[in-house]
């Protein structure tokens, strides 16, 4: 089984709300991974969680907070966004950070108003 | 850093034709190289890879080649059928002396396939 699921698949928020994107794995990776997708462009790496560490900050936005409670689970915390932050937003894992294998969720579909 | 780039952008073939999609990376050191399929509305599935110890690599209509030397990989597919149309996409990664990427994948701009009935 190479399923990441993410909730919810839809989001619409307002450039004051506080929401959250979650993302769920349970394949015994160690390595998890947020993307950033907009129409039409291939995916952008945001930040890669190793052991539960955050290995990789991509210079985001801090509006885009990260968090990994555990190993199996990754939230996406979304604070004062902008339209242009309507994207795809992709979670991803890995066995390893070390070049292993990378799944992709389904993603979350995210609409800034 | 490294830098992949795919071509054709779009690319339209009969049922039961080849398509064949090309990438080029610029990072000698990239040593992993995923192809990903995203039918419209979802999430990148990895249909195959190829590490740069091998040359080829098959699986059943898919096959991959790399040219380490040329730097650059394609994917090939045979035999394609309708629900072969989407967008793909390539990607390159390398893993550092230590083994840690942090899988920082560079994808292509990808190629719309159709595939006509």
């Known amino acids: 089984d190479t399923e990441v699921t993410q909730t919810p698949k839809h989001l619409v928020m307002g450039m004051t709300n506080k929401k959250s994107l979650k993302c769920e794995q349970h394949m015994g990776h160690r390595a998890m991974y947020w993307y950033k997708q907009k129409a039409k462009k291939p995916p952008e790496l945001m930040f890669v969680?190793?052991?539960?560490?955050?290995?990789i900050n991509e210079s985001v936005p801090s509006r885009f907070s990260p968090e990994c409670p555990n190993s199996s689970l990754l939230n996406l915390h979304l604070h004062a966004l902008q339209p242009e932050d309507s994207a795809l937003y992709l979670c991803?894992?890995?066995?390893?950070?070390?070049?292993?294998?990378?799944?992709f969720g389904e993603g979350s579909w995210l609409t800034v108003v | 850093g490294e830098n992949v780039e795919q071509h054709p952008s779009t690319l339209s073939v009969q049922e039961g034709d080849s398509a064949v999609i090309k990438c080029t990376y610029s990072?000698?050191?990239?040593?992993?190289f995923p192809w990903y399929k995203q039918e419209l509305g979802k999430g990148p599935q990895l249909i195959i890879d190829i590490r740069s110890n091998v040359g080829e690599k098959k699986d059943q209509r898919i096959a991959v080649t790399l040219n380490k030397t040329a730097k650059h990989f394609s994917l090939h597919i045979t035999e394609t059928q309708p629900e072969d149309s989407a967008v793909y996409f390539c990607?390159?990664?390398?893993?550092?002396?230590?083994?840690?990427?942090?899988?920082?994948?560079?994808f292509g701009q990808g190629t719309i396939l159709t595939v006509h009935p």
């Open positions: 991803a894992s890995s066995l390893r950070s070390s070049g292993n294998t990378i799944y």
């Open positions: 969680y190793s052991y539960e560490k955050l290995s």
């Open positions: 990072d000698s050191a990239s040593n992993y």
């Open positions: 990607a390159a990664s390398h893993s550092n002396a230590g083994g840690t990427s942090y899988g920082k994948l560079t």
